[in-house]
């Protein structure tokens, strides 16, 4: 068994290759580039590069994006990045084929996010309406409404 890779304070970090749809991959095969466990955006670099991700067709790692950022916001940020995390995992749930389990993720992240305005609302009505839709269709709609002009 190949020992657990461990950070400086003991929590295990996940060094396993993933596919571009974010799939564990066997230990040695080649993945696409993971986002660094020590990540830290600001919330401009979240969004920015999140989006690119999306544009990218990669949710899952545009979550992980996002999942930094939650991890070092300020306490009053948290929900609104863990909501677009969740969301973003919904996206990835859509990818693999798995409906039930995205719209639960979309649902969850949309409650999180639904407060906090313009345009986080409209992120959060759209995807309560993802569920059934055609993955490429849902990540780009997502992707849209971060980069609409204002926001």
């Known amino acids: 068994m190949i020992p657990r890779d461990r950070d400086p304070e003991g929590r295990p970090r996940n060094r396993r290759p993933r596919d571009a749809f974010g799939r564990p991959l066997p230990h040695g ?76 993720l979309l649902a969850r992240g949309a409650d999180r996010i639904e407060g906090y305005g313009a345009p986080y609302g409209e992120i959060a009505r759209t995807a309560r309406t993802l569920g059934d839709a055609d993955a490429g269709a849902a990540v780009a709609a997502v992707r849209d409404l971060l980069e609409a002009p204002g926001r």
Request: glycine share 12%.
């Open 29 to 104: 095969a080649e993945g696409v580039e993971r986002i660094p466990d020590d990540y830290a955006p600001s919330a401009a670099e979240a969004l920015s590069e999140a989006r690119r991700l999306l544009g990218e067709g990669r949710p899952f790692h545009a979550h992980e994006v996002f999942e930094g950022r939650w991890k070092n916001s300020p306490a009053g940020e948290r929900e609104l990045w863990q909501g677009l995390a969740q969301i973003c995992v919904g996206l990835t749930h859509l990818q693999r084929g798995n409906r039930r389990g995205a719209a639960a």
